[in-house]
């Protein structure tokens, strides 16, 4: 059975960020549907120095990232293919979530998402998804996430010494006896406790 990840995060740079460290971590071949802007995709990918080979696809033309046309399904998911056609067991991060809902609605979403779990499963490789919170309804993000084996939250909230971070472990994952752990930033870096992220990922990799 395959296992897909989903994170639910605060509006910010956080989710992508972590969802990319924990990626890297998989597989050294990594496809990014980003919605970001690219600086900022650079900027957080820099900071990790993972080495890894890095496709990234996005709606916004930039330098030598690929193009999508984000108002076609059809496109995003060919897209998709031709920037992991050569890669095995890759992991795929999709940031655009949000963007495909305001676009396509709840039921075509859904179904992108079944159809490109699918795909990637046949490639080996395993999905690495974010929602913004607040940027759908509570319903949509409940449904969007019924799809996902491993489903993650990270909240945010401004306390008077600054941004407070919190991993919060929805989905129960094996040797963990927590549900909550800190989260610390670095610039662009985003850091969970290194026993959470192995047990994450060997949680990906058993199940795959």
């Not at 990840?5 to 969802?19: H, N």
């Not at 998989?26 to 970001?36: F, M, P, Q, R």
């Not at 996430?145 to 094996?174: A, Y």
Request: glycine share 6%; charged share 20%.
């Amino acid at each position: 059975m395959s296992t897909d990840v989903l994170l639910i995060a605060d509006p910010g740079f956080e989710g992508a960020s972590l969802l990319f460290n924990l990626a890297s971590r998989y597989s050294t071949n990594i496809v990014w549907i980003a919605a970001e802007p690219p600086l900022i995709i650079e900027s957080i990918v820099s900071s990790y120095e993972s080495g890894a080979k890095l496709n990234v696809v996005t709606p916004k033309q930039w330098r030598e990232y690929g193009f999508v046309n984000i108002m076609n399904l059809n496109e995003v998911s060919i897209a998709i293919s031709k920037a992991g056609e050569e890669l095995r067991n890759f992991a795929l991060i999709i940031t655009l979530i949000p963007e495909l809902l305001l676009i396509h609605g709840l039921e075509k979403t859904y179904l992108f998402i079944l159809n490109t779990m699918w795909k990637i499963h046949n490639q080996g490789g395993t999905t690495f998804a974010l929602l913004t919170r607040g940027a759908q309804s509570p319903k949509d993000e409940i449904m969007l996430s019924r799809p996902f084996s491993c489903v993650l939250r990270l909240n945010k909230n401004l306390g008077n010494s600054g941004w407070n971070r919190k991993l919060v472990v929805e989905t129960p994952i094996s040797n963990l006896d927590q549900e909550i752990y800190e989260v610390r930033t670095k610039g662009f870096r985003v850091e969970i406790p290194e026993e959470v992220k192995e047990m994450v990922i060997q949680t990906l990799k058993t199940r795959n």
